[in-house]
């Protein structure tokens, strides 16, 4: 015999399991008042590390009676820091920095193109006298995803997507969904150009509607010499940022040899398409136009040094830049190749899920939809990884390198109340 | 069979096998410095695999360049029996010799830049999206690669 009859276990198990779930409860309760507590806490206590941080920032001078803090404020708040500098009791010099400091830069931009911001802080910020690049290069790196991506459909979950997803996420997610969306925009642009719908190749089937846009589609052949074309117009748009740059940075007398380049590329650009339509037929402008391109290029590479050392240095610009140049073109091919190989790819998981429903299964039609869905889901995932990292090479090596971008900016990271949401 | 026949589903297989190769190799290393990383920083773990993914697309290439010039190489067959030159033949298992190769080392050379990025990222330099930038370089020649055996089967 037990020594407690079965009854009673029972009755003290049932307790034991109600003492369980009150204890939870608590917990939970506590859980729901806490977390904000803690997280209440956690901000003073970078509140307190930023502040003493600063203090410890400051150099003493005159025997530490006085305590010196130097820092920098963008142009649209200094009205408000002066105003808190006279109201408590602070001596201050305000300077305008130099160039040899070094400035901490914060960028400013469209709404636009500040979607784009984190994408070039991957690589580097701009110094504080550089142009920032971030507008120049944001249109161009979506079309070159929407390039590689290059599939309608897949642009069109992107767009729809993140869409749905914007209304219920968070504030400091946002304009990453946005990015997103814009990038699906451009997918559904080149989807239509090469005509590509999930996989399916829409200049090759027979479908009724497509039958008199047909031949508005680009066939392969013809999206390569895009890339190409997409390639030149960025490559020289950076040479023409560049001459921008070094007026701004050092003067005119120094933007004269990429001038010079301008001239050679743009001017022959538009003269090839020019003879090529029969409208010039004589060579010797083309001949002028590369005349007067070399000789800024010879005569102003460096107008430091004599003019002889100069037609040297102009010399070996001049062979690293050509063959660099056509280095940098072919380059852009991968714009090609990427969307032609993501096509591919969708193409294949429809023909494989249309073999699958053409076989003699009973289970046939939920393979098919399993299939097309795995199959779409993957291609998707690994086609936009390209997407996204091709383009983001294009920008950093082939755009910046024209555009004779340095680089290397601190951030401006402001002495701020921390504002952890809680 | 004639000769022409077997020379281009060996360089079919040879595109399929090396650029595939090529990847498994890549993404393995990806892989194993992935783990060797979690165990100093578990909280990046996205970025592992991220970059442990990006060699991965070699093998895709390789497939994609099989399933081009099959589709193409299937209207050479006239009554179930396949007529090939010998020019086309040696074209494609020129393509296939290209593309197989160029994905086996730039998959296993962009392997070992991916991991050393990961390790680098597990030690706790902010070095991500450089990483990313350095590992595309090795893709490039895969993607030329892929670039030409399309041109070559476009030019059977």
Known sequence: MPERPFPAIAQNILKIEEEIKNINEDIDNYAKTS??????????IAENSDFNKAVLNTSGKFEDTVMLLEAYVPENKEK???????????????????????????????????????????????????????ACFAPFFMLFFGFCL?????????????????LKAEDNIKPLLSL?????????????????????????TDIKLFADIKTLFLNPDNMF????????????????IKMINRIKQFGFKYSLATVGWLIIFA????????????????????????????????????PKINVFARIGKGLWDMYSTVTGIFGDLLSYIRLFALGLSSAVLGFVINDIA????????????????????????????IASLGSFVHPMRLTFVEFYKNAGFVGGGKEYKPFEKQNIKS | ??????????????MIALAGIGSAIGVSSGGNASIGALKKNDEAFGKYMLLSALPGTQGLYGFAGFFIINAKLSTFIVDGVMVLTMYQGVAVFAAGLALGFVGLMSGIKQGSVCANGIAGIGSGYDIFGKTMVLAVFPELYAIIAFAAAFLISAGL
Do not use: W
Request: charged share 10%.
């Open chain 1, 180 to 204: 997103v969306q814009f990038l699906g925009l451009a997918t559904i642009i080149f989807g239509a150009i090469s005509g590509t719908f999930f996989g399916i190749n829409l200049i090759q």
């Open chain 1, 150 to 166: 290059g599939d309608a459909g897949y642009g069109l979950l992107f767009l729809t997507g993140a869409g749905l997803f914007k």
């Open chain 2, 1 to 14: 069979m004639s000769t022409a026949v077997i020379l281009a589903y060996t360089g079919i297989a040879l």
């Open chain 1, 354 to 381: 249309i073999q699958i429903l053409g076989s003699a299964s009973v289970t046939r039609h939920i393979f098919f939809v399993v299939f097309l869905l795995f199959g779409h889901t993957l291609n998707i995932l």
């Open chain 1, 225 to 240: 010499n895009l890339a190409l074309v997409l390639g030149a117009v960025q490559i020289i748009f950076g040479m023409l």
């Open chain 1, 80 to 134: 408000k820091l002066t105003e808190f500098l006279n109201e408590n009791p602070t001596l201050y010099v305000k300077e305008n920095p130099t160039l040899k400091d070094n400035i901490p830069v914060l960028l400013k931009n469209n709404k636009f193109s500040r979607l784009f911001e984190p994408i070039g802080k991957l690589f580097s910020l701009p110094t504080y006298s550089e142009l920032d690049l971030t």
């Open chain 1, 267 to 302: 001017g022959t650009a538009i003269f090839t398409v020019l003879s090529m339509k029969e409208i010039l037929n004589t060579n010797i402008i083309l001949y002028a136009i590369l005349s007067l391109g070399s000789f800024f290029i010879l005569i102003f590479s460096d």
């Open chain 1, 35 to 44: 977390i904000p507590a803690l997280k209440s806490v956690k901000n003073t």
